[in-house]
Nanobody, 121 residues
Framework: QVQVMESGGGLVQSGGSLRLSCTTS????????MAWYRQAPGKQRELVAS???????EYSDSVKDRFTISRDNAKNTMYLQMNSLKPEDTAVYYC???????????????WGQGTQVTVSS
């Protein structure tokens, strides 16, 4: 079982910045995909950004051009740099890791406990 831990959340004013970090109990080189999700009160969890082992990134339309996902293999850490934060970015942010485990494409997914991000207006 992979242990996943997020850090870096907090309270910030609208327009401010935060950087979230995600560390795991295994080398991040083992993961085919790592991603950030978020869940606001009363809403479903949504994908924010993802990065493949090859470094390909994708973003949701709501955060594109404001957030940047990256990974530092040497530090075994994935990051989410969040700039120009808005009150609607307020949510619990979760780190997720995915590994394809067989030729049929089955995926093993692990989640962290989440870190709260609150953006005040």
């Amino acid at each position: 079982q992979v242990q996943v831990m997020e850090s870096g959340g907090g309270l910030v004013q609208s327009g401010g910045s935060l950087r979230l970090s995600c560390t795991t109990s295994r080398s991040i080189l083992r993961f085919d995909l790592m991603a950030w999700y978020r869940q606001a009160p009363g809403k479903q969890r949504e994908l924010v950004a993802s990065i493949t082992s090859a470094g390909t990134t994708e973003y949701s339309d709501s955060v594109k051009d404001r957030f940047t996902i990256s990974r530092d293999n040497a530090k075994n850490t994935m990051y989410l740099q969040m700039n120009s934060l808005k009150p609607e970015d307020t949510a619990v942010y979760y780190c997720s890791t995915k590994v394809v485990v067989n030729v049929e494409g089955a995926v093993a997914t692990s989640w962290g406990q989440g870190t709260q991000v609150t953006v005040s207006s």
